[in-house]
């Protein structure tokens, strides 16, 4: 593993941020639209319901932290379609680039994208909204963590399907977390889903951090247990993606798709 | 023809060993079992027909493509076991692969370079940004140079990390004819210069007779002749090098024969 190449996608990335509004501006446009719209509906929320509760770390601490999960599969998505859209396979791969410095130039692109996001989160949710991340203790940075995880675990595994399907498949991957976020219990606890959603709900590590974080503003205190799972799921998603991008990476070369993505031979 | 050279133990050290290479899509056969050498400072053509199996052949030496059977060493590295070793020795530049174009020449010239861990990089961009004319689109995006200039800025990325094999696929194809000589002549020279080899491949039967040490006819995925690309005509009872190319193309038979 030589860092200097994987340091040479991140700085890729970095020359087409600096010279594209188009890609700067997503980075916290969505992000910040999301969090003035669910915070406005939270400020609304609270002024029906019992004095005392609040729903801003409930809802809109549970939009931060999906986001930032969304951001952090977006951010490695983005930097590889890159190279689908510039038709690029060819130059990249044939190259002493290895695929473990490659995704690690992804994941590593992801991080500051993802963080510039991060920031415009924080800085509005409690800035403009009141959410104060005191209220969830230490335990936030364990949240992120798994949810980074998953991000990352989610960003390979749409970046070996597009690389399987071509192209065209970049459609497949946009919806990714809309399908994930009805089992992921987002905005409600697992124990309103139906029994066959709960069973899917449960192998998901984002699940495990929102049953944690409801259970924080609930009683103070998440399970360490219920964090674990969640980061040992993160983990292992993770290695499974990366086989399956190694897996999909080594049929393209069998096949020759990488010399001629963009035929998408795949029927 | 230069000769392969020889290590101080007597054994023969090219640039690149293909041996049996073998290409199978199904029943389809694109490369039929090839073996040949490219020595240091030996410029080999690799011509044939379209489908002939030539980028195929580059596309597996590049490891963007597997091979069904054969080996493939890069100054004896094997490609299938130690990849990243081997293709740190080899660049390409083809036709069909421009660089990205929303980056600017100097951009992309850093990314490969990084990439393939040159150094000083910042002197050996400014070095290949004058000697490929390029100095003035240096700022430039890729996407809006012309096909000239984007051949150019792809030769420069291939020559970056001062490769021991170079694989050049059509590198001339749409140069203008000074601009193709000019070319040649640098890459000529650098072969001269180095210790590297090259393997070229081009339609341009001028352009290979006065380039190339050796070629290599590649016809249905098979070696059909090799030699030296200003006697074989002759050898062959042809007047030149392209109508000696057009029977290999159009009846190999006749020339099995």
Redesign the interface.
């Known amino acids: 593993m030589r860092w200097k190449r994987a340091l040479a996608i991140v700085l890729r990335q970095m020359y087409l941020l600096r010279a594209s509004p188009a890609r700067v501006v997503p980075l916290f446009a969505w992000v910040g639209i999301d969090i003035v719209l669910w915070g406005f509906i939270t400020k609304y929320l609270n002024t029906i319901v019992t004095r005392g509760f609040s729903f801003v770390p409930t809802i809109l601490g549970a939009v931060l932290l999906w986001d930032f999960m969304v951001r952090v599969m977006q951010g490695i998505t983005t930097a590889f379609f890159e190279d689908v859209w510039t038709r690029n396979f060819l130059n990249v791969f044939a190259t002493p680039l290895s695929i473990t410095e490659y995704i690690s130039g992804l994941v590593l692109s992801s991080v500051i994208t993802s963080s510039i996001g991060l920031i415009i989160m924080l800085l509005l949710s409690t800035g403009v909204f009141g959410l104060s991340f005191f209220a969830y203790g230490i335990v936030m940075g364990a949240f992120l963590l798994v949810l980074f995880l998953f991000g990352i675990a989610l960003g390979i595994f749409a970046a070996a399907v597009v690389l399987r399907l071509g192209p065209a498949a970049e459609w497949f991957i946009w919806p990714i977390p809309a399908l994930l976020s009805p089992f992921a219990g987002v905005f409600y606890p697992l124990s309103t889903l139906p029994a066959w959603m709960r069973g899917i709900a449960i192998s998901l590590p984002a699940s495990h951090v929102f049953e944690g974080m409801r259970a924080v503003v609930a009683s103070g205190a998440a399970s360490s247990a219920e964090l674990l799972r969640g980061l040992g799921l993160a983990l292992l998603y993770i290695a499974l993606a990366m086989w399956f991008f190694v897996k999909i990476y080594s049929i393209a070369v069998r096949d020759g798709l990488i010399a001629r993505y963009s035929a998408e031979s795949v029927t | 023809m230069r000769l392969p050279a020889h290590c101080d133990d007597g054994e023969v050290s090219n640039v690149l060993s293909v041996v049996n290479l073998e290409k199978r899509?199904g029943d389809t056969v694109a490369v039929g079992g090839i073996s040949f050498e490219v020595a240091p400072k030996e410029i080999v053509g690799l011509l044939g027909p379209n489908g002939a199996g030539k980028?195929?052949t580059i596309?597996m030496i590049?490891?963007?493509?597997?091979p069904t059977a054969g080996t493939i060493q890069i100054e004896g590295i094997d490609t299938s076991r130690q990849?990243?070793?081997a293709?740190?020795r080899?660049n390409?530049a083809?036709v069909?692969?421009p660089?990205?174009?929303?980056?600017?020449v100097r951009?992309n010239l850093?990314?490969?370079g990084?990439?393939?861990?040159v150094k000083p990089l910042s002197e050996r961009i400014a070095d290949l940004l004058e000697q490929f004319d390029l100095r003035r689109f240096a700022d430039t995006k890729c996407g809006v140079l012309s096909s000239g200039e984007q051949t150019r800025v792809c030769l420069a990325?291939a020559m970056l990390n001062r490769p021991q094999l170079l694989l050049l696929d059509e590198p001339t194809a749409s140069l203008d004819p000074a601009t193709a000589r000019e070319i040649r002549a640098k890459i000529r020279d650098s072969a001269q210069d180095g210790t590297g080899g090259v393997l070229w491949t081009s339609h341009n039967m001028y352009e290979v007779e006065d380039v190339c040490d050796r070629v290599l006819f590649l016809s249905h995925g098979k070696i059909f002749l090799e030699g030296d690309p200003k006697r074989l005509p002759s050898e062959y009872g042809k007047s030149s090098l392209e109508e000696l190319f057009i029977t290999v193309a159009r009846e190999p038979l006749t020339i099995q024969d």
Do not use: D, W
């Open positions: 899509y980028t195929t596309n590049l490891g963007v493509l597997q990849r990243s070793q293709l740190e080899t390409f083809a069909y692969a660089l990205p174009g929303n980056l600017t951009q850093r990314f490969f990084m990439i393939y861990g990325k």
